[in-house]
């Protein structure tokens, strides 16, 4: 736009109506132009722009649809159309990679599936098993609305007992969901040097923060195929329980209210009364307090 420069001119002494000759430029524009430099919606789409940039700056792995949360919040309200068009015209993409057309693809591991094996028919599936605690634990996310809004629950389990090991809640779906439940589990447990941690290929788990709490916990990380729900479904089959007997039981007021429910039933019933199969028909406490009691005593 030319109008700055008819502006700065005429403080030089410049007449406007000379400058706009050689521009070749009405006056009359730049006269609404001057009485009114930005309009309210180019400020308000500044202020939102700046709201979404910084979120972005801060969480480089977000879409435009998790900076509309941070924007928000942020004091800048605005719709997930809004900010995908000012992120669009900005080149402010996630970095898990740009938005396209067309299916929408998962992002890259960052580790190998080290749980993958192939049968005697060449297909490629999944075994969990593990012969004694912190070999190979695995994680996911899940989230629930309530009155408030959503929560979200990432867990971890080992697979040796099926306990879960850590957690943690949130009403946010960030990086730092499942580093806090990685860390909770991690001083729970104790030694947990080479164990592996399997999970799914959600951009939490892709996140540069939950690679470096992995080898800083000197752990291996490693991540199923996309599109294969079989790849997790170890982790699965708890968050269907959880589903059924805590999230779809009744409707929930608060993320508080339905954060106390869900810690209650993981520590006292999952961990203490619910019996499985798969566990001789004990509870995941009974069977590492009587599977790791005698190799103490040996030792």
């Not at 420069?5 to 006269?31: E, H, M, N, S, W």
């Not at 001057?34 to 500044?46: F, I, K």
């Amino acid at each position: 736009m030319s109008y700055p420069l008819v502006r700065d001119l005429a403080a030089d002494g410049i007449p406007v109506t000379v400058t706009c000759r050689v521009l070749k430029i009405a006056r009359q524009p730049y006269y609404r132009w001057l009485a009114n430099p930005v309009t309210t919606a180019e400020l308000d789409e500044a202020y939102r722009a700046n709201a979404l940039f910084d979120a972005h700056r801060d969480d480089p792995e977000f879409g435009y649809r998790f900076l509309v949360d941070e924007a928000r919040d942020a004091g800048e309200p605005m719709t997930p159309r809004t900010a995908w068009k000012i992120c669009s015209s900005n080149g402010w993409w996630s970095v898990f990679g740009k938005r396209k057309s067309g299916t929408k693809k998962a992002g890259p591991p960052v580790h190998d599936d080290l749980c993958a094996i192939t049968d005697e028919k060449g297909r490629t599936r999944h075994e969990f098993t593990a012969d004694a605690a912190n070999r190979l634990w695995i994680g996911d996310i899940t989230e629930h609305w309530t009155s408030e809004g959503k929560l979200y629950v990432c867990a971890f389990k080992d697979v040796y007992s099926n306990r879960i090991v850590g957690y943690s809640i949130d009403s946010r779906m960030k990086s730092r969901l499942a580093v806090t439940a990685l860390n909770n589990a991690v001083a729970r447990r104790g030694d947990v040097a080479g164990c592996v941690v399997h999970t799914d290929r959600g951009s939490q788990f892709r996140s540069r923060k939950f690679v470096h709490a992995l080898n800083r916990h000197d752990m291996v990380g490693s991540m199923g195929r996309v599109g294969a729900c079989g790849d997790n479904a170890a982790m699965e089959s708890f968050f269907a329980l959880l589903q059924k007997n805590v999230l779809d039981r009744r409707a929930w007021a608060t993320r508080e209210e339905l954060r106390i429910a869900i810690v209650t039933w993981i520590e006292r019933t999952y961990h203490r009364r619910r019996r499985q199969d798969r566990l001789g028909r004990l509870t995941p406490i009974e069977f590492e307090t009587i599977m790791t009691t005698p190799a103490t005593q040996a030792a």
